[in-house]
Nanobody, 126 residues
Framework: QVQLVESGGGLVQAGGSLRLSCAAS????????MGWFRQAPGKEREFAAG????????SYARSVKGRFTISTDNAKNTVYLQMNALSPEDTAVYYC???????????????????WGQGTQVTVSS
């Protein structure tokens, strides 16, 4: 079975940086969309960044573009989210998600992803 496990969350000061990791296992297919989503208290889950497993294509939400970078290490079956210039508005639980590219999922739509991690808390202090 596919498992996604996030790590790297924590407390950071505004303007600081944090790198999240998503360790994937049980992936049968070669081609996946991998996404990072986030959900703040009282708000809907929203797209942050996405990448094909091969790393050939990336996409970002306007709110994080220029500050966040998504990348993969295929040998380690791991997806990363490097977050720089963090602000309190970035405070949320961050989730790693995956879907086969053959399903023609919309990269930014949470409902189109069929595998999810448990999430990791990111808190940015003022």
């Amino acid at each position: 079975q596919v498992q996604l496990v996030e790590s790297g969350g924590g407390l950071v000061q505004a303007g600081g940086s944090l790198r999240l990791s998503c360790a994937a296992s049980g992936l049968t297919f070669s081609n996946y969309h991998m996404g990072w989503f986030r959900q703040a208290p009282g708000k809907e889950r929203e797209f942050a960044a996405g990448i094909s497993w091969g790393g050939g294509s990336t996409s970002y939400a306007r709110s994080v573009k220029g500050r966040f970078t998504i990348s993969t290490d295929n040998a380690k079956n791991t997806v990363y989210l490097q977050m720089n210039a963090l602000s309190p508005e970035d405070t949320a639980v961050y989730y790693c998600a995956a879907v086969q590219t053959s399903k023609r999922a919309r990269v930014g739509m949470p409902s189109d992803y069929n595998y999810w991690g448990q999430g990791t808390q990111v808190t940015v202090s003022s």
